[in-house]
């Protein structure tokens, strides 16, 4: 199976085989930080109809270079979900007194995603406490966002994500088995737009649904805007034991929309 990989500023990110592929490696502009008298509501309301979307915004410099990784497995680490929209429209999915964090915990702890504003200040993540929806992020039409991926581990991952269910490296609908920008041990990967070369990217910008790329793009379905996904694959380094793997089966699908139509394999018990 052919993966594509690349890397934003210091962080590789790959294209090729499983087994060792060429890697694309991202240089961006932003710095990278390497260490940053109402009822309560106790369930998840149904989200509103998405009044955000993310366009495809100004070009900004983003240089690529090769490398050679290999998967430890093809079942990923940790799959995640974020939703977002107008911050009125996310008040009344999360209720009155909701659950906030400042990032999600992915791969039991190892990588810290959150995603900052225009300014580089991370954007709280609300959800209804004890509901087992998606956290959620309230955008401002016409601001300017990027996702960030701390690695807190020695352990090296590969980092796929999709903004509207599209993938950011090639603009097709997400899917595990498409390759994703290299985050070493230690490091910090921020990814500011849709990757439009080697050497650019198109930036991404809250806006109304009808100007979302996912609405203006052939691949696109209108039906995922509003969802932001992540799914990080351990790789194999030297000298770096394994660990157990847990089940990371992912309950918010609409982050990788092309997985849905094929059969998974089987898992045999040892």
């Avoid at 601001?143 to 090639?170: H, K, P, Q, W």
């Amino acid at each position: 199976m052919i993966h594509r990989f690349y890397r934003s500023r210091l962080f590789k990110f790959a294209t090729g085989l499983v087994a060792g592929a060429a890697l694309l490696a991202a240089c961006s502009q932003q710095p990278l930080a390497l260490r940053d008298t109402a009822s309560t509501s106790t369930t998840s309301a149904a989200a509103p109809a998405p009044q955000l979307g993310t366009q495809w915004g100004e070009g900004l410099e983003s240089k690529t270079r090769t490398v050679a990784i290999k998967r430890l497995s093809e079942t990923p680490d940790d799959v995640a979900s974020l939703g977002y929209n107008e911050a009125s429209a996310v008040r009344r999915t999360v209720g009155n007194d909701p659950e906030r964090r400042l990032n999600l915990q992915l791969a039991q702890g190892d990588i810290e995603w959150s995603v900052l504003d225009e300014n580089g200040r991370p954007l709280p993540l609300q959800r209804a406490r004890r509901a087992e929806d998606m956290f959620r992020l309230a955008g401002v039409e016409g601001s300017r966002y990027t996702l960030r991926f701390r690695n807190l581990s020695d352990r090296s991952y590969e980092v796929i994500a999709t903004v509207d269910g599209l993938d950011v490296l090639n603009g097709k609908p997400g899917s595990l088995r498409n390759g994703g920008y290299v985050l070493r041990g230690q490091e910090s990967l921020t990814i500011e737009g849709f990757r439009k070369s080697q050497n650019e990217v198109a930036a991404f910008r809250f806006a109304a649904p009808g100007r979302a790329y996912a609405a203006n793009t052939e691949a696109g379905d209108v039906r995922n805007i509003g969802v932001i996904g992540a799914a990080v694959f351990e790789l194999e380094e030297p000298n770096v034991p394994r660990r157990a793997r847990r089940d990371t089966t992912s309950s918010q699908p609409n982050a990788f929309p092309a997985d849905g139509s094929y059969a998974p394999p089987p898992r045999y018990r040892k």
